[in-house]
């Protein structure tokens, strides 16, 4: 059974940053590419970023460019998003989710058939 779990979300103050972890099991990991979103009070589901199998390839939204980073450690089966310079815009819930390499843009939520609970990030100002 595939679980996926998030971790380090929390309050920080504008211009702070944070470092969210998901880890995955129940798969073999490095089969599996990976996705971050995040969805605010009222609005759609957004993708975040994403990183290919290997790590090699990495793809940010326009509005977190430059000041997010995505991560893989295949061997810890974990993915990180290392967040800086935060925003209150960035106040969301977080998610991290998980599938095989698929055609089709990669910020597509039903792309993905795994997803984690959630960790909640908020940014005060």
């Known amino acids: 059974q595939v679980q996926v779990v998030e971790s380090g979300g929390g309050l920080v103050q504008a211009g702070g940053s944070l470092r969210l972890s998901c880890t995955a099991s129940?798969?073999?990991?490095?089969?599996?590419?990976m996705g971050w979103f995040r969805q605010a009070p009222g609005k759609g589901r957004e993708g975040v970023s994403y990183?290919?199998?290997?790590?090699?390839?990495?793809y940010y939204a326009d509005s977190v460019k430059g000041r997010f980073t995505v991560s893989r450690d295949n061997a810890k089966n974990t993915v990180y998003l290392q967040m800086n310079s935060l925003k209150p815009e960035d106040t969301a819930m977080y998610y991290c989710?998980?599938?095989?390499?698929?055609?089709?843009?990669?910020?597509?939520?039903?792309?993905?058939?795994?997803w984690g609970q959630g960790t909640q990030v908020t940014v005060s100002s």
């Open positions: 129940g798969l073999t990991f490095d089969d599996y590419v």
């Open positions: 989710a998980a599938d095989r390499p698929f055609t089709g843009f990669v910020f597509t939520p039903a792309k993905y058939n795994y």
């Open positions: 990183i290919s199998r290997s790590g090699g390839s990495t």
